[in-house]
Each structure stands twice: as structure tokens, then as C-alpha cells.
């Protein structure tokens, strides 16, 4: 049986990467390794996980991943993770998605926060200067 490789594009099988936290198993060791793991839980549509990993300041009251036409995540690049703080981290990236035939890239700088031992996701500020179509893949 083949394996599946984990969405976030770490390169390891879904089972020995985000799987574990997104069933709540394990925690993530890092700001990073949330946000892998959120990106993970946008591409298999996991609300339940987002919210989980959300700062209990920031978080919507709902979340409707189910948006028509259904966002299809094809790749994410970690670009710098860094610490700001002894409890608080940055995570920049991009990650690209098709929608309705097009692809379309979205760069965030991600704040993160650590409370009792656990990762959070607060909030981000999206570059929407680079929210256009990827290159080479314009023509579809
Ligand atoms: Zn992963």
C-alpha cells in the first residue's frame, strides 16, 4: 500500500506528521509545526482542528470551510519561522491553492502564541501585493 505524504509538504508520510496532531495526540512542538499542521487541516477541511488551534482572543465563533467553489490546497513553503518572544513566534508562508481553474498563492505573516505547554495561531497579515496566480501557471 502506498503512503500517503502529508499534505504540508514536509516530505513524511501523513501518518508520521500531521496526523498525530491533528487527532490530538500529540502537540506541536512549534510554532511551525502548527501551522503545518493547520495548513494540513485546511486541505482536508478540518474545522474542528482550526478552531482548536485557534488563541480563544482570535477565534471565529464559526468556521465554513465549505465554500463554492471548494478551495483545492496544492502546496505550502515555509519562509521564515522565528521566535519574538519567549512565548510567542512569526510564521511566514505561502500557500497555494486552485480555485475555479485558477491557481492563486496567499503569503501570510502568522503570529503564534504558547500557553501552558500548547502552540496558538492568533492572527496573520495576508501580502496581498503577491495574491496573484503563480508563475508558469497562468495558462491552464
Ligand atoms: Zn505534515
Redesign the pocket.
Known amino acids: 500500500m502506498k503512503t500517503t505524504s ?5 516530505g ?1 508520510p ?1 501518518a508520521r ?3 498525530p496532531l491533528l487527532a490530538g495526540e500529540r502537540a506541536a512542538n512549534t510554532a511551525e509545526a502548527l501551522m ?2 493547520r ?2 487541516a485546511f486541505a482536508r477541511r478540518d474545522a474542528a482542528y482550526l478552531q482548536r488551534t485557534w488563541h480563544d482572543s482570535t477565534r471565529p465563533a464559526a468556521l465554513d470551510l465549505e465554500e463554492d467553489p471548494a478551495p483545492k490546497w496544492i502546496g505550502l513553503q515555509i519562509l521564515a519561522h522565528e521566535h519574538t518572544g519567549a512565548d510567542r513566534a512569526r510564521v511566514e508562508f505561502v500557500a497555494r491553492y486552485r480555485v475555479g481553474g485558477r491557481a492563486r498563492r496567499l503569503h501570510e505573516n502568522s503570529r503564534f502564541v504558547r500557553e501552558r505547554g500548547h502552540w496558538y495561531y492568533i492572527d496573520g497579515d495576508i501580502d496581498e501585493g503577491t495574491a496573484g496566480p503563480i508563475e508558469g501557471e497562468r495558462r491552464q
Open positions: 502529508c499534505p504540508c509538504g514536509s513524511l501523513f506528521c500531521c496526523a503545518r499542521s495548513y494540513t
